[in-house]
């Protein structure tokens, strides 16, 4: 198969999920290699780790969020987007601390102080992940001072908050508040179900956004990949 194939049918198995070629799912590619296996073969056919990134796992990858987001497919079928995507990122980390893998940039991403939910912001860390960002998750229940310090640690970062109960969102305006204060360039993302538009504006945040396709498409426009 020709290396153009190859990434096009990574791209295939980040979508659908399969993993590798014991997996059982999805049924239908039952036997067939999956994103490991792909992975290694294309990496041997002079694919670059930049172009497996690129043009396999960041498709695959957009394909997920925007099925999600379109409630063609669900949790589950993300998580196991999420795992193929891992698979295959298992043989590229020796690259990226090399020149040969270029990332678009770093998110620091955490839920906020005195909450405790982190499902949703590890599917948006995972897609995030797979759209080319490094991610840094700092947790749950994290306190204003850990955002900074992850700031000053990484200082071109973006910051994401998550947030899920009504009352942590006054956690999430303090966070946005102080950050904002001592590093006023720095980009803030938010998300979570019970923020708005009106309510990510008011507290001085970058950008809301109600699912992890529309951080994707935010930050695209921030860092595009060329
Ligand atoms: Co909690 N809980 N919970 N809970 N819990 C909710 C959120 C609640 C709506 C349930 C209800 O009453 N119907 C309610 C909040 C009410 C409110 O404030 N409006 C609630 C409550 C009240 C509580 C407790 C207070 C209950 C209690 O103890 N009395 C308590 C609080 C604990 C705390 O945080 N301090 C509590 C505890 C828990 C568990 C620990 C048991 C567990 C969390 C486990 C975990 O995360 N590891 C839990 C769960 C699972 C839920 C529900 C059932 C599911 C949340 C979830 O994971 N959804 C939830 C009810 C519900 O949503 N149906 C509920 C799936 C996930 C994929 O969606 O998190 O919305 P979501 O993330 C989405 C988007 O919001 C968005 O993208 C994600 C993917 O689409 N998004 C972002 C999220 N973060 C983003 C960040 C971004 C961009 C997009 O950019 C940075």
């Given at each position: ?15 659908r ?29 002079g ?12 498709v ?20 196991m ?64 001072q ?7 640690e ?7 908050m998550?947030?899920?109960?009504t ?53 695209n ?6």
């Amino acid at each position: 198969m020709a290396t153009t194939e190859l990434l096009a049918s990574l791209a295939t198995c980040v979508e659908r999920g399969k993993v590798n070629a014991k997996s059982p799912f999805p049924p239908d590619l039952k036997g067939q290699d999956g994103a490991d296996e792909i992975t290694v073969r294309v990496l041997a056919e002079g694919a670059t780790p930049q172009e497996v990134l690129t043009q396999a796992l960041m498709v695959g990858m957009n394909r997920v969020g925007e099925k999600f987001r379109d409630k063609n497919i669900f949790v589950p079928d993300l998580l196991m987007a999420a795992r193929a995507m891992s698979a295959s990122m298992v043989h590229l980390k020796p690259f990226f601390n090399s020149a040969e893998v270029r990332l678009r940039g770093t998110i620091v991403l955490g839920t906020v102080s005195g909450d405790l939910h982190d499902i949703g912001k590890k599917l948006v860390g995972m897609i995030l992940e797979g759209a080319g960002w490094s991610i840094v998750d700092l947790g749950t229940d994290v306190p204003t001072q850990k955002f900074i310090d992850a700031v000053k640690e990484h200082p071109d970062c973006i910051v994401g908050m998550s947030a899920l109960l009504t009352t942590t969102m006054a956690s999430m305006e303090e966070s946005v508040l102080q950050l904002k204060r001592e590093f006023p360039a720095t980009k803030v993302l938010v998300g979570g179900a019970p923020l708005t538009h009106e309510f990510a504006a008011r507290i001085g945040a970058d950008f809301y956004s109600p699912d992890p396709q529309g951080a994707v498409e935010y930050l695209n426009t921030i860092s595009p990949m060329s």
